[in-house]
């Protein structure tokens, strides 16, 4: 025995590991608080350490624990002795041997001697410490670190201590048995840590090497080729990336948001230009078209033509002079060719050869203005009183520039027609049609002054040759012969004038080319493609009929729930929801996954601590924090998690539970134990993997296997579907019920979702503009692709997936779906988008490339309810994320050869088509608002097609809410409508150029050569062998060779540690065996019921009857409380004896397989025959007794009562393969004794029932 007065012990070993973690806090209570909190620390009672007056006293083993741990922290202690062991040739200095020894790479290194082998690398992995890291019962762990909430930087503030006792450092809480041995030997450095496959410490730094796959060297090489004028130094000083993987991510970014910009640029080169180069946009107008623009048929779009060329008379008539001629006879003219109505001067506009020709000269000796009476107002010719030569020429330059519209067109076919048929003297002279039929056939005349006789002149003003030519090529192209005349180069430019001005006719009309005609086509394919797609979703979407009546189904299914930060409200809703659905409750298990110690925004307690609140979890139950692998960086990977079961009731039904709360190792500081989502879903997937191939499991695993087939009694095995659901969501009662029908009447089915709208619609404008969104996605996205059974995104709220193939052939917990699913090493610009924003997205990307011959599908009469984002920047947070995760989904989809279909008309075009679609986003809101512009702006250029595209768009999705009846979209649509700059146009371009938005977390890439990466993680290198695996008929064997009977968190090793004394909750070993069984009744559970108190048993299908159900207690099993709250907790009734055969309510259920003594059916089993006559016919007690006796261990019940007991045997029995020894050994494993000398008795019975 050692004593120290008080103060001298305080100021000795206030600074030992742990008290000087918390030397502030208990420096400030009383002497008395301070011992009971430094007796919690280091697992000591009063045997240990005792307060006396004056001194406090202490055992020989307590005081070498803590002498042993100020050595350990004696820096000159250290070297002495690392000094005398280098002079030995001891260079080990593991404290194996000496207690004062201590690992070089562990600066808290406990000694082994007395505190067993973990240390902070080797982290302990199963343990009855209550107080362990993020334990449910308090704030505080063995560190005493707090529990951080989800909006603050530092630790939350704590509510109260934890008062359970510390294990930490103990053989409890890392055992030396092989099982759980996870010390490795130490290496003497960093490199030899590496090398020898050592664990580097918390805050030192492991390296791992890992290569560049082909792909990837091939896309880094198109990265750099379109990055490289940005220079690392820029990107470190200016950008302040630091780090070379971030830099990296910077240049991807960079790259993609090039290469969409690309894809926008070929849609807008496709839209608007292809077009026009391939067939620029000719302004000719046929004479149909002209006479189609007259005063009748379209007053407000006159137009008339003179001499070729087109102009506006709609615009011209009313600056017209009116005096002279009325503004309608001016639009008369409208759609006519009013060539007539202007006499030209020769002379004015032809030179001839080029030396002039007489002012006599007229274009035709005919009298063409006779047929325009209106032409004297325009004739202001050499031999009028009025000459004025250059009038024509100032008057067609004045209508070219202000009323200009086209010219007249004529295609080959026409022109050739009418130097065929028509005897016309038309050609084609690059490009343009000119028409000498009646220079040819009248000829010029000469007309002079009224009075005056006509000079002799030559009225012959075009060249021979030149005439010869249109006479010769009339119909077709005269160019090449043109430019191939013998004449002088001034002369051809002279006849090229006079050709123009006074025998133009118009252009050649190519619109009906064959390269016109492709342009148009192609276009037209292309909007054919698209309305095609549309037409198809809207015909998928066009599933009408009654909606399916529940099928009664014996299929089991596993409903995970996993949680973050949501409040108890949401959770409330979600859990309720789920257990009152129209199923079995039987076959469903709530699985919730709590993802850490966190307390959200807005709650007071951690969301494990909610959650076990919600469903009724005995608060001062603290079952061990157990080693399970999870997703993370370097040392990451190892996190520990509690395991609690129970039964949960809600609106009538009451279905089984587990929770697994994930609580972190000790030395978790920021959020203990979270490692998001995706860890949670493969949680559950790696549990069952390993169920389905009997693999090795962790300790954890181990204890949800024994929580699945001992407490709650269903083999892990049996469950062939798990239904995901967020912690907000809430399902209607029907759909997991119409979802499983779909799943057994398609055995290909591996995945398929329901319709998901948003319980918070009217909440806030933003939610008012996704409604219309939700439902358009399912109703025609999820629909259409359902057809092609490729449903690309199963959301991650409300999905159910098969986790097996009746043929027990494994698909979501297959191997390539865990390996590709549990990838740890997210460090690329592209993986980080598909793991870390749109891991839902990608497990269905995932089972699509695996199993592309099974099917994820949509089914429309499966509903549920999920909470919307209701501000705008939580909303921009998750569309960056859809979108991003999107596109990298897509392109991961676009590699998969076997998806559905073939060519244009397979999934895999689909995928491209939404691929560029949600690449093309914002030039399609662009190509929208200049559409709108166009209409606005009465242009009269407005595509019809793309107006026509639009309307079959919104046409034929408006129809789809009209045929379901929901009327009330018609108004969402237009929130929708209003919204579509923001969701397709802004926060597009946000989500691009945002794509590397990340928190890097600790871990950093150094790129290395021959195109390998150096992976360096702050956290330490993880070491695989640091989670100890058995399978679990390894450790069933193992129970059996030791005779325990305890849940793995109990089992910590074959030696007790003498200072350690409590058990698990739910494995302790104790005396108790009272002779009566102890009453439950509603009266004691208040939670359960208030409103009724009659007591529903479990036996059959949970329908109750009046009066109490019986608890018996387990044999060898601990005390059972009264169940409280809403839910009967395992640990209320478990009992040991639950590890080997006995269910969730072995105590008052039959026999199950004789494994075990007294060990009880599961909670699904028959009723033994020795309550069937104490029990009605629903399974309750009749009437409310205290309790009525039992058989006594070592006696045996009465002949009457075994002969009941041999008729319930054989009645579950078959008897084809029943033999009396199996019916001997079941009484036996039911008596909990030997038959003795009733053996004879019992031989003859079973003769008698079966005779």
Known sequence: MVSLENNEWWDRYKECDPIASDVVRLSLISWQERIEGIKNMMDWDNHDIMLGNYKIFMNDAAFRQLEDRLRAADGDEQRRYQEKAAVQGTAETFAGNDPYGMPHQSPTFYPAGAHGNSSEIGLPLVSHAAGQAGHIGGYFDDDRKTVMTDTEGGYGSPMHESESKSYLGTDRYAPSRNMFDSTGKPADS?????????????????????????????WLLLVWAL?????????????????????????????????????????????????????????????????????????????????????????????????????????????????????????????????????????????????????????????????????????????????????MGKTPKEIQSLARNGRKSIAILDGSVYDLTDYITVGPGIRTPTGTSPPSVDSQFMSPDIVQLFQQGAGGDVTDKFNALNMDRNVKQ???????????????????????????????????????????????????????????????????????TEGEESLRRAIDSVTQLKYDDKRKLLFVVCDGMIIGSGNDRPTPRIVLDILGSDPNQNPEALSILSLGEGAKQHNMAKVYSGLYESGGHVVPYIVLAKCGTPTERSRPGNRGKRDSQMMLMRLFNRVHFDAPMSPCELELYHQIKNVIGVNPAFYEYVLMIDADTTVDKFSLNRMISAMMHDQRIVGLCGETSLANAKHSWTTMMQVYEYFISHHLSKAFE??????????????????????????????????????NRVDTLHMKNLLHLGEDRYLTTLLLKTFPTFKTTFIQDAFAKTIAPDEWKILLSQRRRWINSTIHNLAELLMIERLCGFCCFSMRFVVFIDLFSTLIQPVTVAYLAYLL???????????????????????????????????????????????????????????????????????RVVLGEAGKKLVIHDEGKFDPSSIPLKTWQEYENELWERGSNQSIGSIIADKRNASAKEASLYGQETSYDPPVMMPYSRTHSPGLNEQNHDARSLLSGYQGGGGSVMLMPPGNGGYMDPMAGRAMSVHSFGGPQAMMGGGMA?????????????????????????????????????????????????????????IADIQAVLARADLNTITKKGVRQELEAMYATELGDKKAFVNQAIEDQLG
Request: with cysteine; proline share 5%.
């Open 933 to 1003: 512009y166009l209409v606005g702006s009465k242009s009269g250029l407005v595509p019809t097609t793309s107006i026509i595209m639009i309307a079959a768009i919104y046409g034929l999705q408006a129809l789809i809410f009209v045929f379901h009846r929901k009327f009330e979209h018609i108004g969402w649509m237009f929130f929708y409508l209003l919204a579509i700059p923001i969701f397709s146009f802004l926060i597009p371009i946000y989500s691009f150029w945002k794509m590397d938005d990340f928190s890097w977390g600790n871990t």
């Open 786 to 823: 359902s057809l092609f059974g490729s449903v690309t995104c199963l959301p991650g709220c409300f999905t159910l997936y098969r986790l097996r193939t009746s043929e027990h052939k494994p698909l979501l917990v297959s191997n390539q779906i865990i390996d590709a699913y549990s990838v």
């Open 494 to 564: 002279a006849q090229r004038i006079c050709l123009r001005n006074l025998f133009f006719a118009g252009k050649v009309d190519n619109r009906q080319s064959a390269q016109c005609q492709f342009a148009q086509y192609i276009l037209l394919i292309f909007s054919i493609m698209m309305v095609s797609i549309i037409g198809f979703k809207f015909l998928a979407a066009l599933q009408f009929g009654k909606a399916r009546q529940p099928e009664d189904h014996e299929k089991f299914v596993i409903i995970q729930i996993p949680c973050y």
């Open 190 to 218: 960093e490199k030899d840590a590496l090398t020898e496959g050592a664990q580097p410490g918390r805050g030192e730094v492991a390296e791992e090497v890992v290569g560049e796959s082909s792909l990837r060297k091939k």
């Open 1146 to 1202: 072995n105590s008052f259920m039959g026999p199950n397989n004789g494994m075990m003594p007294m060990g009880m059916g599961s909670m699904y089993g028959p009723v033994p025959g020795f309550m069937q006559g104490q029990l009605g016919d629903n399974g309750s007690r009749r009437g409310s007794g205290a309790g009525f006796p039992i058989p006594n261990r070592g006696g045996l019940p009465s002949d009457e009562q075994i």
């Open 227 to 407: 990055t490289f004028y940005v220079p690392n130094f820029l990107l470190a000083w200016i950008g302040r990336m630091k780090r070379p993987d971030v830099r990296l991510a910077w240049r991807e970014k960079l790259a993609i948001n090039i290469v969409i910009w690309f894809c926008c640029g070929i849609a807008v080169f496709v839209i608007a230009i292809m077009g026009n180069l391939i067939c620029p946009k000719e302004f000719v107008f046929s004479a149909n078209e002209l006479s189609s623009h007259s005063f009748s048929s379209n007053a407000n779009n006159m137009l008339v033509a003179i001499r070729g060329e087109v102009f506006d008379l709609t615009s011209f008539a009313p600056v017209h002079y009116p005096s002279v001629v009325p503004t309608k006879a001016v639009q008369s003219y409208g759609g006519t060719d009013a060539t007539n109505l202007f006499p030209v001067q020769v002379s004015a506009l032809c030179s001839g050869n080029g030396n002039g020709i007489s002012d006599w000269i007229i274009l035709s000796g005919a009298n063409t203005t006779s047929l325009e009476p209106n032409s004297v107002y325009h004739d202001f010719r050499a031999f009028t009183s009025d000459a004025r030569p250059d009038w024509y020429f100032e008057q067609m330059y004045y209508l070219r520039y202000n009323y200009r519209r086209g010219f």
